[in-house]
């Protein structure tokens, strides 16, 4: 399911703090989404065997979603590349950042578990595609950028920004445009906060660099999460896969 975004058509979402009384404390910080996460929920973080889920619907207020047209002054600002985190009351801490070929391993096992948990895959040569996905990795950062969510010094998750160059016109000469690809989470920390400050990290990335536009063919279940962060439905997209 395609869908596309425009840095110039969609406004930046602001990250407003729900938190009352707590203005100035450490829980504002810039550019950041906030998601209280109770005591129950640290306990069932990752690095647990037990799931999650049935503590997010005790969490705290989730940070407000504010639509409204930014200035440049607000955009530049928004976009400065570093870490974003996300940090919670009982000391989670979640880390975005953008991800080098010293990564490159700790990407390969995110991809590695994603298709073996989601997909079935049952191979025995995880040391074999490791190696050649760090080599891929490497041979291909000009163009394929990395994004890492990590907690607790350990990786949870991950996305991609693929740019590519397109035909030059005499009235833009240095065209290029995006592809968000392999957008993946850990299960136990879906549906906090996490693949959408990965996104934003990816679109700030995209506004940089100055690309026309940014695309992602999506799944059903993740359609929300991209219309979240500025993604939506364009008729004119089409693709053709062969037989």
């Not at 810039?30 to 109770?38: A, D, M, Q, V």
């Not at 490159?104 to 073996?116: D, H, N, P, T």
Request: charged share 30%; with cysteine; proline share 6%.
């Amino acid at each position: 399911m395609p869908i596309a975004y425009k840095p110039d058509e969609f406004p930046i979402p602001v990250a407003l703090d729900d938190h009352k009384g707590k203005e100035g404390d450490a829980f504002r910080r810039p550019h950041t989404r906030h998601r209280t996460i109770t005591r129950d929920q640290r306990l069932h973080s990752h690095l647990s065997s037990k799931p999650i889920d049935a503590g997010r619907a005790a969490a705290g207020p989730v940070s407000r979603r504010d639509t409204r047209p930014v200035t440049a002054s607000q955009r530049e600002a928004r976009d400065v590349t570093g870490p974003r985190r996300i940090t919670g009351e009982a000391g989670m801490q979640v880390t975005v950042r953008k991800a080098t070929a010293a990564d490159a391993a700790a990407l390969a096992g995110l991809r590695w578990r994603w298709v073996s948990e989601e997909r079935g895959y049952t191979g025995t040569d995880r040391a074999a595609f490791v190696e050649l996905f760090s080599a891929w990795v490497t041979d291909h950062l000009s163009t394929h950028l990395p994004f890492l969510a990590e907690v607790d010094d350990g990786v949870v998750g991950m996305a991609w920004l693929m740019v590519a160059d397109r035909v030059p016109a005499p009235t833009r000469r240095n065209r290029r445009s995006g592809d968000v690809q392999s957008v993946y989470v850990v299960p136990e920390l879906r549906n906090s906060g996490v693949g959408a400050v990965l996104l934003e990290a990816v679109l700030a990335e995209a506004r940089r660099l100055k690309l026309e536009h940014v695309a992602v063919h999506s799944t059903d279940r993740a359609v929300h999460l991209y219309q979240r962060v500025g993604f939506q439905h364009d008729q004119c997209w089409l693709r053709w896969k062969p037989k």
